[in-house]
Structure formats: C-alpha cells, structure tokens
C-alpha cells in the first residue's frame, strides 16, 4: 500500500457552543475541539458532521503550515455524519484533491488518516475491513450504511479520510463501545449521494420510512398472515405521522419489496448483490422527494405502490444540531416539546437517570396527526402565581383548557382562553388553574428575577 503523506488531509479547529435544554434560553459555555478532514475541490474540504455541529467559529490547518485559516460550513447532512467546509482558494492552492473511490470489498486493506489528540503530526494507521452492514450512527441515531475497520479513530482523528489505494473510500465517524482498535466510517456511496445532492440543490436531510416494522421468521405468524407462497417480508405494525410511510403503508401490510430490492423475513436485503444489510440501506443513497417502488402483500394478495420520500420525524425529535430549543413561559412555567437533548440534560446514562415516564415516550410513543410533539412542563420558576404547582416540574401535558395540544405552538395557542382563566391538566391528573391577567403579571415579574429575556423563543413569539 502507497505510505505517501496525504497532504489532502487537514486539521480542524472548532470553537462550539451547544443549547441549554434545561434552561432553554440560554447556551452553554463555548467550548473547542479538534478534527480531521479532507481536500475534495479547492476551497473544498470533507469531514464529519460531528466535527463541526453547533460551531461558532472554524479553522483550518494544513499538515505543512503553522497558520490556520478560516473556514465555514457550505453544507451539512447531520444524519450521515458529513460536512463540507468552505475556505478560500488559495489556502488549498498546490493541494491535488483527494477522489472519492468505491465501497471497499470485506478483506481489503485500508489507511485511516488524520491528526489524533496527543500529537502534531499526520498519524496513518492500517486497517482491514470487516464488516459492511447498516449501523447506528451516534451522531444522529440514523440506521445508515457503515464500513466497519480493526484501526483505532480517537479524538482529533475522526472527520478524517479513509483510503483505500490511494483513493478516499469514507470517512471516520466513530469507535465501536467496548471494543479495542475497532473503527467505523461513512462509506463512499453515502458520501457521494451527499456530494451530488450538494451539488443538484438538494436537501442534505437523509429520508427514511417512519414506521415500526416486525420480522416474519416465524412461520406461525407467517401463515396467519397467508403468507405460505411468499418467501420474504416484514409486517407494518405502525406508520408515523408525517413521514414517507405516512398515507401509503397500512397496519397489516407486509413489505416484500423496496427499491427493486427483495425484503427478507429478517428485514434485510441484498445490497449491490453481495451484502445482506437491513433495508434501511436503500434510504442513504436517495433524496427528500425521490419516488421509490414498493411492494406490499396487502388483502391477500401483491400490490405495487409509490413510495414518496420524506425527512425522518419522530414524535420525540433525536439528536439536533445546529438550532436552538422552542420553549414559552406561562406563570412561571416553562413550557417545551420533549426531546431526546432535553433528556440528556439527566447525564450520559439519561435513559437511566431521566423520569421513567419521559423515557417511556421516547422509545415508545408514535407521532401521530394528533400528537405532533409531547409538550411538558421543563421547570417551574417560583412565584405566588404557581404556589403548590412544583409537583408539576416534568410533568407531559394531557391538555390545555380540555383539548389536547398536537404540539408546543398549539398549546400556546390554547392557553390564551378567551374566558380569561386557563386549565392545565397533565398525564398524570395534577391540575394547574390559572387566571390569565395574574399570570400575564406574574410572567412580567418572573422575566425580571430569573432574567429571562423574553416570553417565549423567537420562532414561537
């Protein structure tokens, strides 16, 4: 294998400042960390998305020069772990751009690059492949294609290139928990798509089903389904409001087929005819709006039908980057949607630390045309207006004045009760009555002692 320098590859400096969750309408004290990336064009240089979330301020460093240039984000796709930073030119003048290879084949030989914390210099070091599967990115809890290599990706060294015969074949996202020296990147066709759809104008989102799928390997359940002349599939147990499955899939149906791909019983298909990969594989390499063929064993019999591609939306909304939390005050209480960065505010063992009922919905609740988004009660700011109502702190919201709010905005809405008093009763039956004049006082008084700078977030107003 080519032992050259890779002068491609680069180090990244990035000054961050991520969203307070628990105190909405602040943030946290900026931060710093280092990565890695790669020259693709000039001015052009790939990483990882998690390189550069929630950045404030970014530069970049070539291996064979001191000085640090500054860059900004171009584009970002948060669900593959991808980024495109911008500099000028000339700070990639008498650089020869990386190309961007093929999926590896299992076996080959390949050399992950970068700069590591503990050092200076460009460090390289040699992997096989092992494993090509769809995985769990951490950095959005996406299921996406992913490159498994036994070679160590340590802070500092991620963003970094992977090559492969001197061509990038993906880029280094994370390490395997629990495991020594077991890497994982963000392989060459996902990053393609990423490449082209920047280029066509597309959206960086990556699509996905929005529904709870059940593998068919039990043949009981099979022949209950008058399943016995098929030899595949998956049962749709749930569709999710809002998403690609939405309107199209039924409960009850079957998916045979996605994408020209046969479903197995396991929920696999057969990728580039040689890798057996769960079927979400098929949504990296496709775009918000693409129309992909499906086919569903629907009453007793095959129908075909026309798959609408959507941006993934869950009831409970996963990682988020790059944005600030929605959020109201109402005497006193502070008022938001529940979020995954809303529980990790418990710690890095949430699911362990956070309210059970809270957890609860996160894994299990499902977004539907009347529950948009889980409203709760995130903190109560001590007044006379909300005395006895600390019991409420946590608490998801059932209803605002007797309806049920489909999602923070709405509950805005129905808190401004045209009979001047409003009812707030939670899932859990603790009752909150206010009236609205003492509590449009109260929020003045509150502003002022908490020093909230407003009333709610600027997107709600």
């Excluded at 960065?341 to 890095?348: P, R, V």
């Excluded at 859990?428 to 206010?434: G, M, P, T």
């Amino acid at each position: 294998m080519n032992r050259t320098n890779y002068p491609q590859v680069v180090r990244i400096y990035c000054t961050y400042q991520e969203a307070d969750y628990e105190t909405p309408w602040q943030t946290h004290a900026p931060r710093s960390s280092t990565g890695s990336g790669v020259v693709m064009g000039p001015g052009r240089i790939l990483t990882g998305a998690h390189c550069v979330a929630n950045a404030t301020f970014l530069q970049v460093q070539r291996g064979s020069s001191p000085e640090k240039i500054v860059a900004r984000v171009l584009a970002v796709c948060h669900d593959a772990d991808l980024a495109v930073l911008e500099v000028d030119v000339s700070a990639t003048e008498g650089i020869e751009p990386a190309e961007l290879g093929e999926l590896p084949q299992l076996g080959d030989e390949v050399i992950v690059a970068g700069y590591p914390v503990g050092g200076e210099e460009l460090s390289m070091t040699e992997g096989i492949v092992s494993r090509i599967e769809v995985q769990s990115y951490e950095h959005s809890d996406r299921k996406i294609l992913a490159v498994t290599v036994d070679a160590a990706i340590n802070d500092g060294n991620s963003g970094g290139p992977v090559y492969h015969e001197d061509v990038v074949v993906g880029i280094a996202f994370q390490s395997l928990e629990d495991a020594e020296n077991i890497g994982e990147m963000v392989p060459a066709p996902v990053i393609a798509a990423f490449l082209k759809g920047i280029e066509q104008g597309k959206s960086t989102s990556v699509p996905g089903l929005g529904a709870v799928v059940q593998n068919l390997e039990n043949p009981a359940l099979r022949g209950k389904l008058g399943l016995d002349g098929e030899t595949g599939g998956v049962l749709i147990n749930e569709v999710w409001f809002g998403n690609s499955a939405w309107g199209v899939f039924e409960v009850g149906d079957v998916l045979l087929e996605i994408d020209g791909l046969e479903v197995a019983a396991n929920g696999t298909v057969r990728y580039q005819g040689a890798f057996r990969c769960q079927f979400d594989v098929v949504f990296g390499e496709r775009y918000v709006g693409d129309v992909l063929d499906v086919t569903v064993y629907r009453g007793g019999k095959r129908q075909g039908l026309k798959l609408e591609l959507r941006p993934m939306t869950w009831l409970v909304p996963r990682n988020a980057y790059d944005t600030r939390p929605d959020w109201f005050l109402f005497g006193g209480l502070v008022i938001s949607a529940l979020s995954k960065d809303f529980l990790k505010a418990w710690g890095d063992e949430w699911w362990n630390k956070a309210p059970t009922h809270l957890v609860h919905a996160y894994y299990h609740a499902a977004r539907t045309e009347e529950a948009q988004e889980i409203v709760v009660i995130s903190q109560v700011l001590a007044d006379e207006v909300n005395v006895g109502y600390e019991g409420a702190m946590y608490e998801i919201i059932d209803s605002c004045n007797g309806e049920r709010p489909q999602n923070l905005r709405h509950a805005q809405e129905l808190l401004r009760s045209p009979d001047g008093v409003a009812t707030i009763l939670t899932e859990s039956k603790f009752v909150l009555h206010f009236d609205l004049e003492e509590a449009a006082r109260a929020n003045e008084r509150i502003i002022e002692r908490y020093r909230v700078p407003a009333e709610s977030s600027a997107s709600l107003g």
